[in-house]
Nanobody, 128 residues
Framework: QVQLVESGGGLVQAGGSLRLSCAAS????????MGWFRQAPGKEREFVAS????????YYADSVKGRFTIFRDSAANTVYLQMNSLKPEDTAVYYC?????????????????????WGQGTQVTVSS
């Protein structure tokens, strides 16, 4: 059974940093693409960042390029999202995703990939 458990969210002032973690279990972690989506109040879920199953490529939404970094540690079965220079508009619930099928990736498209597994979400609040 696939489980994705996020942690690291919280309240931070604008300009500050947070690191989100997503611990995955239930399958061979290195065989699946990983990513982060977010959902702000009253808005649809949106793509934030993703990393390929091999870890060789990363993708970012334009709104976070240069500020956020996604990386994965296969030994720890964990994907991270380092968030720097946070802005109030980054306030949202952040969700970790894992692709449904092996050797597939989450691409920077508006909607999430069909059948992907989701974590429960972690709240990030950036105060001005």
């Amino acid at each position: 059974q696939v489980q994705l458990v996020e942690s690291g969210g919280g309240l931070v002032q604008a300009g500050g940093s947070l690191r989100l973690s997503c611990a995955a279990s239930g399958r061979t972690f290195s065989n699946y693409g990983m990513g982060w989506f977010r959902q702000a109040p009253g808005k649809e879920r949106e793509f934030v960042a993703s990393i390929t199953w091999g870890g060789g490529m990363t993708y970012y939404a334009d709104s976070v390029k240069g500020r956020f970094t996604i990386f994965r540690d296969s030994a720890a079965n964990t994907v991270y999202l380092q968030m720097n220079s946070l802005k109030p508009e980054d306030t949202a619930v952040y969700y970790c995703l894992q692709t449904k099928n092996t050797y597939t990736n989450i691409l920077p498209r508006p909607g999430p990939p069909p059948g992907a597994y989701w974590g429960q979400g972690t709240q990030v609040t950036v105060s001005s």
